[in-house]
């Protein structure tokens, strides 16, 4: 496949951190890790990538904006590019030696995600898209799986933890899913479960409370690998919405029906 300067430069930024990270991977026991929040952990690895793939990024394109999960917001003097970098998603798998992580790097031009790189350094899995050029693992083309049928479905989701998330509201969806779907699936990284949807692996997937850069690859992945993406409520900005239910088209209608479905009466 053929990549573009910028995506180039994406990749690159993504590989150079996930030589890090693989390094800290092999070493979790002893990494010093702090308190960010109940339930939430972040490494010093974590931090070390964002600065690589910051310092990579910003030396191709300085002028162009920068937001990232562990530092502050940079605005770019163009204006009209924007990076979405999370650095490591996936961070609870990566300190318990779990190997489903990675890295997410987006560019949006204009408020649009126009390319897109998700990687895994563990399994050197490399997703990449660029708007109107298709999806990729690796050099494979991807296509969103092409099942109808809920009931034939394996679904992916994000579940709320301590401190994070309506957990009641989530339990309730959580129940009319269980009673459509063939298997749910909770693996514990945003990005790389869209990843999935748009390789087929999951045939849909919802999550409410993310942030821009848990699904900013991988709204981008799904969009060019034939899928549907919306947020909870039915809208086409999952990224403002902090919330996303996606699939091809069948499955991401119904899974979005089904978690709109009223509370029964007592």
């Excluded at 692996?201 to 690998?225: K, N, S």
Aim: aromatic fraction near 8%.
């Amino acid at each position: 496949m053929a990549r573009s300067a910028l995506l180039n430069v994406m990749v690159q930024a993504a590989f150079k951190a996930g030589k890090s990270l693989a390094r800290d991977f092999g070493e979790v026991q002893n990494l010093q890790v702090s308190l960010k929040g109940p339930g939430d952990y972040v490494s010093q690895a974590d931090r070390k990538a964002e600065r690589l793939i910051r310092d990579e990024l910003m030396k191709a394109r300085p002028t162009y904006g920068f937001l990232g999960e562990e530092g502050e917001e940079i605005k770019g003097t163009d204006g009209a590019h924007r990076w979405i970098v999370d650095p490591l998603d996936g961070t609870t798998n990566f300190l318990h030696g779990i190997p489903h992580f990675a890295i997410s790097i987006a560019l949006e031009r204009q408020g649009e995600i126009v390319g897109a790189v998700v990687f895994n350094p563990a399994t050197d899995e490399l997703y990449t898209a660029e708007r109107g050029g298709g999806a990729f693992l690796n050099d494979r083309r991807l296509r969103v799986g092409a099942r109808k049928a809920l009931s034939d479905a394996v679904i992916g989701t994000g579940t709320p933890h301590l401190g994070r998330g309506n957990h009641g509201k989530y339990l309730i969806e959580l129940r009319h899913v269980m009673g459509e779907v063939a298997g749910i699936r909770r693996f514990g990284s945003a990005s790389l479960d869209l990843a999935y949807v748009a390789a087929g692996r999951f045939d849909g997937f919802w999550e409410r409370d993310l942030a821009a850069w848990d699904m900013a690859a991988g709204v981008l992945l799904i969009r060019e690998a034939g899928g549907w993406t919306t947020d909870a409520d039915g809208g086409n900005r999952p990224l403002e919405a902090g919330s996303i239910v996606c699939g091809n088209e069948y499955i991401a209608k119904a899974l979005r029906e089904v978690i709109q479905r009223p509370v029964p009466a007592k």
